[in-house]
C-alpha cells in the first residue's frame, strides 16, 4: 500500500481522537482543532514531505466538508524540519508550547521522531510518523507511535522472499548508518 494512504489513515485516527478527547461537547460556533506536522518540506527529500502533505490535506479537506469532527473544523499547522532533527526540534517545541497542538504527523525519519520524542513526552503530546521505521521507536516513549513497519520486521519479510521466493542464498547490504 503506499505510504500517503497510511497518511490519510494517520490522519484520521489522529482526527478523531483529538475530537474525541479534546472536543468532546459540541459547541454553538464550531471551533478549530489544530494538529501540527513536522515534514520534510525543503531539502533534497522534499518530495517525500510534499506528497505527505497532499495526503494530508486531502483527508482534512475530506473530514471538513463532511461537518468536521463533531462539527468542528480541522486545521494542520505545518512546519519544516528538513530531515534534519534539530530543526525537527525547534519545530515540535514551537507546535507544542505556542500553536498547543494535542499530536503532531510526523517527523518523518527516525532520527527526527527519536530527537522530537522526550519533549512529546514530558508535554504528554502524540507523535505519529508516517514513515519513521527505526526499531527504537517502538520503546521512544507512550506517546510515540508511527504507521510503518519496523526495520527488523521488513529486512526478515524482505530475506524471506529472497530465500524462499528467488533461491537467493547470498547477498550484500549497503546502507547509511544513521537513524532515516
Not at 468542528?72 to 528538513?82: P, T, W
Not at 525537527?88 to 527526527?112: N, Q, R, T
Given at each position: 500500500?503506499?505510504?500517503?494512504?497510511?497518511?490519510?489513515?494517520?490522519?484520521?485516527?489522529?482526527?478523531?481522537?483529538?475530537?474525541?478527547?479534546?472536543?468532546?461537547?459540541?459547541?454553538?460556533?464550531?471551533?478549530?482543532?489544530?494538529i501540527?506536522?513536522?515534514?520534510?518540506?525543503?531539502?533534497?527529500?522534499?518530495?517525500?514531505?510534499?506528497?505527505?502533505?497532499?495526503?494530508?490535506?486531502?483527508?482534512?479537506?475530506?473530514?471538513?466538508?463532511?461537518?468536521?469532527?463533531?462539527?468542528?473544523?480541522?486545521?494542520?499547522?505545518?512546519?519544516?524540519?528538513?530531515?534534519?532533527?534539530?530543526?525537527?526540534?525547534?519545530?515540535?517545541?514551537?507546535?507544542?508550547?505556542?500553536?498547543?497542538?494535542?499530536?503532531?504527523?510526523?517527523?518523518?525519519?527516525?532520527?527526527?521522531?527519536?530527537?522530537?520524542?522526550?519533549?512529546?513526552?514530558?508535554?504528554?503530546?502524540?507523535?505519529?510518523?508516517?514513515?519513521?521505521?527505526?526499531?527504537?521507536?517502538?520503546?521512544?516513549?507512550?506517546?510515540?507511535?508511527r504507521?510503518?513497519?519496523?526495520?527488523?520486521?521488513?529486512?526478515?519479510?524482505?530475506?524471506?522472499?529472497?530465500?524462499k521466493?528467488?533461491?537467493?542464498?547470498?547477498?550484500?547490504?549497503?546502507?547509511?548508518?544513521?537513524?532515516?
Amino acid at each position: 500500500m503506499k505510504r500517503w494512504i497510511w497518511v490519510l489513515v494517520g490522519i484520521v485516527v489522529i482526527a478523531v481522537v483529538v475530537g474525541i478527547l479534546v472536543y468532546p461537547k459540541k459547541t454553538k460556533e464550531p471551533e478549530v482543532i489544530k494538529i501540527g506536522a513536522i515534514l520534510v518540506l525543503t531539502g533534497p527529500d522534499a518530495k517525500a514531505g510534499q506528497s505527505a502533505r497532499e495526503g494530508i490535506e486531502l483527508a482534512v479537506n475530506e473530514i471538513n466538508s463532511a461537518g468536521g469532527i463533531k462539527g468542528n473544523l480541522l486545521e494542520i499547522v505545518y512546519e519544516d524540519d528538513a530531515g534534519d532533527p534539530a530543526k525537527a526540534v525547534s519545530a515540535a517545541k514551537k507546535l507544542i508550547d505556542i500553536d498547543k497542538v494535542p499530536a503532531v504527523i510526523g517527523p518523518m525519519w527516525s532520527s527526527s521522531v527519536l530527537a522530537v520524542a522526550p519533549i512529546a513526552e514530558k508535554k504528554k503530546v502524540v507523535i505519529l510518523s508516517p514513515t519513521a521505521s527505526a526499531p527504537s521507536i517502538t520503546k521512544a516513549g507512550d506517546y510515540i507511535f508511527r504507521n510503518t513497519y519496523s526495520d527488523v520486521f521488513e529486512g526478515t519479510k524482505a530475506a524471506e522472499f529472497a530465500y524462499k521466493k528467488l533461491g537467493l542464498k547470498q547477498a550484500a547490504v549497503t546502507y547509511i548508518n544513521i537513524d532515516a
